[in-house]
């Protein structure tokens, strides 16, 4: 036997030894984790709620946020064509229009006093307390409402009749100051019946 | 050192993820049961600690129970490429890694203060030789380390092993017969053919 082949057989010799203490190594070695890791996971999966999918979920929160936004926005339409509408949300600034009946144009606010020259003709007296606003029945009900100006004018009974409105007593002789809501088109949606009285000279 | 295959069976293999992926909290503790031994022993050789190992089979099975949560279950595993079982060993490669990496040196057995019961391992540790062989392996590039203990641990082919550490299955070979011959000086057998350690750890 040369020394090569001897030093070979050595070397086949250890390498059989490290095999075998490797065995021995992997049979003494625990097999598995500890068991309390496998406790952790018990626990976190009894807690475990599945849930809907994260996609299916951001589907369902963008459908609901899409008919939120339809909905309101229907909303907001079928309100102005029924001609509900807010009696400060639709005043406006006044109209560069100035129609020859008018008797006065400006901007009205809530607590907004009479005008003085109606005071200093004729004390008005207040038909409502809290007038509101209403459609005019002959307006065109497709047509949004209250959209650009409103004005303040004095009306008789006839052209009160010509809009759709009857008083409840007719009188020639009375006048009433009313406040008229312009269209984009400069036709009247809406009117609110300020106060009345004596008939105005000069109104309309 | 006789390689044997382990068993896999691709349709079982199926199944589970088919029911991991359907989030049934079930399929996940048979994922955990299935795998937590080769994760935790090949974990405790690599780092020779085996509360790190605990840990870091613990952190593996949390990441996967995570996106189990996520509806991501094992999003990164592709079937086309090889078995759960390699894709969750090269799992915990990369953690053994980096934790190794960040900086954290797991204390060998004999420098802990044992005030507690001595486990298995440490039991086992006290026999000399396989002591020597356990202190020998952990002694070896992480490289060499990985490939000796899937291969002379686990038993596991050369060809799977090639697959789970993305090697051609010469570089396993190569690198394990290596392995056993560094481990075979370092248990103070003589072995002329061997390189010496610094080369090694150059290669790795």
């Known amino acids: 036997m040369s020394k090569e082949e001897k030093r070979q057989m050595e070397r086949e010799s250890e390498l059989s030894q490290v095999d075998a203490l490797m065995r021995k190594l992997a049979q003494d070695s625990p097999r598995q984790a500890p068991h309390r890791v496998r406790l952790h996971f018990e626990i976190a999966i009894q807690q475990y709620r599945p849930s809907e999918p994260q996609v299916g979920r951001r589907w369902l929160l963008a459908a609901a946020v899409v008919f939120a936004a339809l909905v309101s926005t229907f909303g907001t339409i079928i309100s102005n064509r029924s001609g509900h509408i807010s009696p400060t949300s639709k005043v406006l600034p006044p109209a560069n229009t100035q129609p020859p009946s008018v008797l006065e144009t400006h901007e009205i606010a809530p607590k907004t006093p009479p005008p003085a020259k109606v005071k200093r003709r004729q004390p008005p007296k207040v038909a409502n307390p809290q007038p509101v606003f209403v459609r005019l029945p002959f307006s065109d009900p497709t047509l949004m409402v209250g959209t650009s100006v409103t004005i303040r004018l004095a009306l008789s009974d006839a052209e009160l009749l010509a809009m759709g409105i009857r008083p409840i007593e007719s009188d020639p002789s009375r006048s009433y100051v009313a406040d008229l809501v312009l269209g984009d088109d400069g036709l009247p949606r809406a009117i609110r019946i300020v106060s009345h009285g004596p008939r105005i000279p000069g109104g309309s | ?204």
Not at chain 2, 106 to 120: C, F, I, K, N, R
Not at chain 2, 151 to 166: M, N, T
Not at chain 2, 173 to 193: C, W, Y
Request: proline share 5%; hydrophobic share 40%.
């Open chain 2, 1 to 204: 050192m006789s390689a044997k295959k382990p068993p896999h069976d691709p349709v079982d293999e199926k199944r589970l993820l088919a029911a991991l992926r359907e989030r049934k909290g079930s399929a996940f503790l048979d994922l955990y049961d299935r795998y937590q031994g080769i994760i935790f022993r090949f974990l405790l050789h690599m780092t020779g600690n085996d509360t790190a190992a605990e840990e870091l089979t613990q952190e593996l099975f949390v990441s996967i129970f995570k996106s189990f949560e996520k509806d991501t279950v094992l999003a990164g595993f592709n079937a086309e490429r090889g078995c759960l079982e390699a894709y969750l060993i090269g799992f915990a490669r990369n953690l053994a890694r980096r934790s190794h990496s960040r900086g954290q040196r797991w204390a060998p057995l004999v420098e802990l203060d044992l005030s507690y019961q001595p486990t298995l391992v440490e039991e086992i540790s006290s026999r000399s030789e396989v002591k020597r062989l356990r202190q020998a392996i952990l002694d070896l590039p992480p490289a060499y380390r990985e490939v000796v203990i899937l291969c002379g641990l686990e038993e596991r082919s050369y060809q799977d092993v090639a697959q789970i550490l993305d090697r051609p299955v010469g570089t396993v070979a190569s690198r394990f017969n290596r392995g056993r011959m560094f481990l075979a000086k370092r248990l103070g057998k003589s072995s002329p053919g061997l390189r010496p350690l610094g080369r090694l750890c150059a290669e790795s």
